[in-house]
Structures are given as structure tokens and as C-alpha cells.
């Protein structure tokens, strides 16, 4: 079996590395103003992945941060996954002839479903599907607006289509620090084939002990902010504890 991935997470507002309190963009806290240095400090802890996302590119449905991105690339060797603003095959091809590892599409995943399978299809193994639930129901354009259907849902069109993992996010929980939706997370898990990746409110080593029992072993990973940034989840340790396993 795979070992589970930890994934430090840098998020881009204005080119810089932030961080939001459940999506809102009005409460933003800068944590570096340069995201390269950033995606090279995480690189040091040791980790081999990189959650980014374009927060600005979410919003205005085209990518934004892009230079943040290209210098992000250019830092480190980390298998960086990006997602924020791609709603179109071109968009999705030039990130990944640029060389980041894997897309997410978020909001056109709601609005757009054959334009995912037909990605899958020509990108193998490097599409994901970023599915953001506010009491249950999916949110889209940067969480702006919420869809009138579940995760669950969305997720079960998307079997057999190729898509190579789901990232889970309860808004409520995203930059609390409260810990990972395990209930929520585990559930859409259990129903779908497709690997599940848990976002939102890790707040501890105590998420990242959950993360290495059996009933998780379902999931891709985990993607971890606020902690890090915090200094409340030690990297070393938490990187440590997943090569044990247990």
C-alpha cells in the first residue's frame, strides 16, 4: 500500500503565501511574502508534496498567480499540485507542460463535468477534482456560491472516469485549527473508488495520528496549513510518524 502524503499547503493572494479562515478572502493573514521561499523551507522539512492554490484564480475563474506558481516550480523538486481558476482544457495543459504534477479542478467540476472526464482521459493520473462542502452541499467560484448537491454526488460521476484523487474540504472547518472532518472525510471515502484526499482544519499531531489507522487507509493523504505556518504541527514529527505507519 502507498504511503500516506502529507501536504504542505501554499495558498496565493495577490502573490503572496496566505492564509483564509473558512474561504473568506477579507481575512486574509500573510505568512510569507514569497511563496518560492516558502515551497524551499517546506522542501528542507522534508516533504515530497505541495498542495498550492491560486485564491485569486478561484475567483476570477482564470489563473491569476502564475508567476507565483512558475517561481514555486523553479525553487523545488516537490511533486506540486495546483488548483484555483482552471475551468479549461488549455489552461489545464499548459500547467502541466510547465511541470506541476497534477491539476484540480474545482468549480468546473460542478458546472462542467465532461470537460474533467475528457482532461482525465488525455492527462492520465494527473487530474484531481477538488470537491469544497458547506453543510453538505458543494461550493464553487471560490466558494462564493454553494451548488444545490453534495460531494458524494459529484464524486460518484467521476468513477471509472480516470480521475486520480478527490481532495475533501469542509469549509466550516478550513483554517480553524478544529481538525479534519473525519466523519465527513471517511464517508465519501467509503463511497467512491477514486483515492480521497482530507483538507481543512488539521490542527495537530493528534490529525496525523488518525491518519495512520486502519479505517484511513482509504485516503491519498492529508493537506496541512495553518498548523505548519503555526508551528502548532512539528513537520519532522508528523513525517516521521506516517514512514512508521503507525
Not at 127 to 145: F, H, K
Not at 205 to 224: F, N, S
Request: a negative charge.
Amino acid at each position: 500500500m502507498a504511503p500516506v502524503i502529507l501536504f504542505p499547503a501554499i495558498d496565493l493572494k495577490e502573490g503572496r503565501c496566505v492564509r483564509l479562515v473558512q474561504g473568506d478572502m477579507a481575512q486574509a493573514t500573510v505568512f510569507n511574502d514569497d511563496p518560492a521561499e516558502q515551497a524551499i523551507a517546506f522542501e528542507d522539512m522534508g516533504f515530497s508534496h505541495l498542495h498550492v492554490v491560486d485564491l485569486d484564480g478561484a475567483f476570477a475563474g482564470k489563473p491569476m498567480n502564475s508567476a507565483a506558481v512558475e517561481r514555486i516550480l523553479a525553487a523545488c523538486t516537490m511533486k506540486v499540485q495546483l488548483g484555483g481558476g482552471i475551468r479549461d482544457f488549455t489552461t489545464v495543459a499548459a500547467w502541466l507542460d510547465k511541470g506541476i504534477a497534477r491539476v484540480i479542478i474545482g468549480t468546473a467540476a460542478v458546472r462542467d463535468p465532461a470537460f474533467v472526464k475528457e482532461a482525465a482521459k488525455a492527462f492520465p493520473g494527473q487530474i484531481a477534482v477538488g470537491l469544497d462542502a458547506r453543510d453538505g452541499l458543494v461550493a464553487v467560484e471560490g466558494w462564493a456560491e454553494v451548488s444545490t448537491v453534495t460531494a458524494e454526488e459529484i464524486a460518484k460521476r467521476f468513477e471509472d472516469a480516470g480521475v486520480s484523487a478527490i481532495i475533501y474540504t469542509n469549509i466550516a472547518r478550513d483554517g480553524m485549527l478544529k481538525g479534519i472532518d473525519w466523519d465527513g472525510t471517511l464517508a465519501l471515502a467509503r463511497a467512491v473508488s477514486i483515492p480521497v484526499i482530507a483538507s481543512g482544519g488539521l490542527a495537530s499531531i493528534a490529525d496525523v495520528e488518525r491518519l495512520v489507522q486502519p479505517d484511513a487507509a482509504l485516503l491519498e493523504g492529508a493537506i496541512a496549513g495553518r498548523a505548519l505556518y503555526d508551528r502548532r504541527l512539528d513537520p519532522h514529527e508528523a513525517l516521521a510518524l506516517l514512514s512508521r505507519g503507525a
